[in-house]
């Protein structure tokens, strides 16, 4: 009921401005509880490990929510198992001119074109090296990458090696994206001509980078397109395994025409940007069991877009999934979501 309130007295704000005000509450709520939360009680069976933790729940953010930084402790006090900061490019910008975040309750859907809006990865890994001596870190932090608007993309690959060798000692794992749709050109990326000679690049970075870091081999992934067609998923999916990067499945996507959106009359619909949320639900479900069928046991997937409740996230941890992210549901359903989906998976 106090959730419901509140919703409304943020979505009378502009999206961003409603992401500043929940921004600052996690601020403070993370310097008052330094990131614990309460506990969830997991069985030996069903607990999760990853990038060298147990995780206190297998439902983690997914990039875009804390593009900088600034809240991780926050996030994590709310119940979350590991927090994935991004997209953090090589150098600052600004991202596309607002407006650039659109919200479409009928649907439990967001349209954005934010653009890679970032801080850098300099200030990003001091930021994140302050946290660490600060406070103990009990979880995954993930660093998920992006390209430079104007990197040209025959050198995209030495913006996320860069970036990957700044940021590299703050990440507990790290995401290559290449599949936001609001940096013009990005998405090509993922073409077999440009896409192994980039992850291999990226991976003999990092291979570097653990040198100097004996015993901390950080995992590395590649988050995909929903938009992909399904023998360009199949192609990008065997490189990515091929070169020892497990799989995020999916990001936002430029379609319109998901069957949930019939008969929905919503200006925001029209507005150019990545969709997510409830809409891309089914095929990300859809998608995560292709790509399980195609990989094998092996390769960590996580799976993002329109997660639910207890039952779509129990169904996709059936399905093959390792870890679950979200992001719009956690506008739509409040703080408290996290943490009772958590203590919901892990009833017996």
């Known amino acids: 009921m106090f959730w419901r309130f509140t919703r409304k007295i943020l979505f009378s704000f502009d999206p961003e401005i409603a992401h500043a005000f929940g921004a600052f509450y996690l601020k403070l709520r993370g310097f008052f509880t330094q990131g614990r939360s309460k506990p969830v009680r997991w069985t030996a069976r069903k607990a999760t490990e990853f990038a060298g933790f147990t995780l206190d729940s297998p439902v983690g953010v997914a990039a875009g929510f804390d593009k900088n930084g600034t809240v991780v402790l926050g996030l994590k006090s709310l119940g979350f198992g590991y927090i994935e900061v991004g997209s953090v490019t090589l150098r600052p910008q600004s991202g596309n001119p607002r407006p650039r975040l659109f919200r479409v309750p009928e649907a439990e859907a967001l349209v954005n074109r934010m653009g890679f809006n970032s801080h850098g990865a300099a200030v990003v890994a001091e930021r994140l090296t302050d946290l660490r001596a600060m406070a103990p870190i009990h979880f995954p932090i993930g660093l998920n990458i992006g390209k430079n608007r104007d990197t040209p993309l025959e050198k995209a690959g030495d913006d996320y090696a860069r970036c990957l060798e700044i940021l590299y000692g703050v990440a507990d794992y790290l995401v290559i994206n290449l599949s936001s749709p609001n940096t013009p050109g990005l998405t090509n990326l ?111 997937v996580i799976s993002v877009g329109g997660l639910g409740g207890r039952e779509d996230a129990q169904a996709r941890l059936d399905a093959g999934a390792n870890l679950l992210q979200v992001y719009t549901e956690f506008v739509y359903r409040g703080p408290s979501y996290p943490l009772k989906l958590a203590r919901e998976l892990a009833r017996p």
């Open 190 to 300: 993922q073409e077999a001509a440009y896409l192994q000679p980039l992850l291999r690049q990226v991976r003999e970075t990092r291979d570097k980078c653990s040198r100097s870091l004996p015993g901390q081999l950080r995992p590395l992934f590649l988050k995909l397109s929903p938009d992909l067609t399904e023998e360009a998923r199949k192609t990008a999916v065997e490189t990515a395994v091929n070169e020892g990067f497990g799989l995020i499945a999916s990001n936002t996507s430029r379609r319109r025409d998901f069957p949930v959106l019939k008969g929905i009359d919503s200006h925001e619909l029209t507005e150019e940007g990545g969709l997510s949320g409830a809409p891309l639900r089914e095929e990300a479900v859809k998608h995560l069991k292709e790509i399980r069928a195609l990989v094998g046991p092996k390769p960590t």
